[in-house]
Structures are given as structure tokens and as C-alpha cells.
T-cell receptor, first 114, second 111 residues
Framework: SQQGEEDPQALSIQEGENATMNCSYK?????LQWYRQNSGRGLVHLIL?????REKHSGRLRVTLDTSKKSSSLLITASRAADTASYFC??????????????FGKGTKLSVKP | EAQVTQNPRYLITVTGKKLTVTCSQN?????MSWYRQDPGLGLRQIYY???????DKGDVPEGYKVSRKEKRNFPLILESPSPNQTSLYFC??????????FGNGTRLTVT
């Protein structure tokens, strides 16, 4: 399986703290994406970082990508109770052509306590 | 409104009774994919399609069939469902190297 791995599997923090989640993958990618899922609902796209980028920001989200280590991290700053959700990384593998195939990891379950 | 539509949202069936979960997107996306989600296992890919008439197996294709006869539709077929196919299923689509757009999911129970 080419499935990536998130670390940790579960994370519990207090409101206002920062949350960091990591993702490792196995092969060459065009881009890496992070998604959020509230319990049992559909996944929502958060941010996409391309293989030639090292860091990207979106609001309270900061994503880094290290292609030499085949890893990425998602940082949520000043977390809120509403950030409680599962977070997944997905890697868009290079198959050639104009698009790739997205493979998801197992996710990190984040719980932010008020 | 741009969207991926899955039907039905909930389905309870019995072992061996053929069923189809429909998926349709109105964004002219070439890529479509089916995933199943089980506790602790994340999203595992069942089948994907890079374009019309082009389909490939994902990590867990056994017991499933798909077809892509037109760009907008990508149905998932369970010819003879078994209890181990009880799961939450998601259809998704994307354009090029962009983000995936997900349907709302289908919760399937096979008794």
C-alpha cells in the first residue's frame, strides 16, 4: 500500500495551544494536501502544498513539506474547540500526465478542550 | 452549485443482494475516486478513474466494481455484498493536480 502515515493518531490539547500533526509518505509526489473531517461527515480541503514548495500558510494553518525526508507537518495555531476534528494528509502521486492519484493516510484525531 | 452527489446516504441490505451506489459530479472533472472509511484505518481507496473508460484498482478493490461510461458518473457496484463491506463510502473528484471534492458519504450496512 502507498498509504501515508500520520502521527500522532490522537492529540488532545487545551484551547489556545498549538497543535502539530505529521505525515510521512513513501514515493515521489506532485503535491501533498491536508483535509479535515468532522465526525462522520465529508472531508473538507484545507491546504495544498506543491513538491517545489517548503512552507505554506492559510489563516491559522501552517504546512511544511520536506521532500528529502518524505514528510509534512500541519500546525494549527491558537486552537479553538471548533478545531476538534480528524485531520488527514493525502499525497498526489506522480504517474505522469496531467494528474495523479490521491492516497490518504489514517488521520490524526484532534480534540481541543475549552 | 458545484458538487459531488452520492446516493443513497444510508443503505441497509442483506448479504448477496446486488447494490449500486451512485456518484455524480457537475464540475467536468476527469478524475474520480471511491474510498471506504473504517475506524482506525483512515480512507482506503477502492477504485479510481483518470478519465472516461479508464479505471484502476486502488488498495481494496475486492468485491467491488466500477464503470466510467461518461465523465460525470462513477457508480460503485457491489455484486454480492458481504458484512465486511459494511462501511462509510465516499466518492470524490478533482481536476488535474488540484483538491478533491467529496460527496457527503454513503453509510452502508450489510447484514
Amino acid at each position: 500500500s502507498q498509504q501515508g502515515e500520520e502521527d500522532p493518531q490522537a492529540l488532545s490539547i487545551q484551547e489556545g495551544e498549538n497543535a502539530t500533526m505529521n505525515c510521512s509518505y513513501k514515493t515521489s509526489i506532485n503535491n501533498l494536501q491536508w483535509y479535515r473531517q468532522n465526525s462522520g461527515r465529508g472531508l473538507v480541503h484545507l491546504i495544498l502544498i506543491r513538491s517545489n514548495e517548503r512552507e505554506k500558510h492559510s489563516g491559522r494553518l501552517r504546512v511544511t513539506l520536506d521532500t528529502s525526508k518524505k514528510s509534512s507537518s500541519l500546525l494549527i495555531t491558537a486552537s479553538r474547540a471548533a478545531d476538534t476534528a480528524s485531520y488527514f494528509c493525502a499525497t498526489d502521486f506522480v504517474y505522469g500526465g496531467s494528474q495523479g492519484n490521491l492516497i490518504f493516510g489514517k488521520g490524526t484525531k484532534l480534540s481541543v478542550k475549552p | 452549485e458545484a458538487q459531488v452527489t452520492q446516493n443513497p446516504r444510508y443503505l441497509i441490505t442483506v448479504t448477496g443482494k446486488k447494490l449500486t451506489v451512485t456518484c455524480s459530479q457537475n464540475m467536468n472533472h476527469e478524475y474520480m475516486s471511491w474510498y471506504r472509511q473504517d475506524p482506525g484505518l483512515g480512507l482506503r481507496q477502492i477504485y479510481y478513474s483518470m478519465n472516461v473508460e479508464v479505471t484502476d484498482k486502488g488498495d481494496v478493490p475486492e468485491g467491488y466494481k466500477v464503470s466510467r461510461k461518461e465523465k460525470r458518473n462513477f457508480p460503485l457496484i457491489l455484486e454480492s455484498p458481504s458484512p465486511n463491506q459494511t462501511s462509510l463510502y465516499f466518492c470524490a473528484s478533482k481536476l488535474g493536480w488540484g483538491a478533491l471534492h467529496f460527496g457527503n458519504g454513503t453509510r452502508l450496512t450489510v447484514t
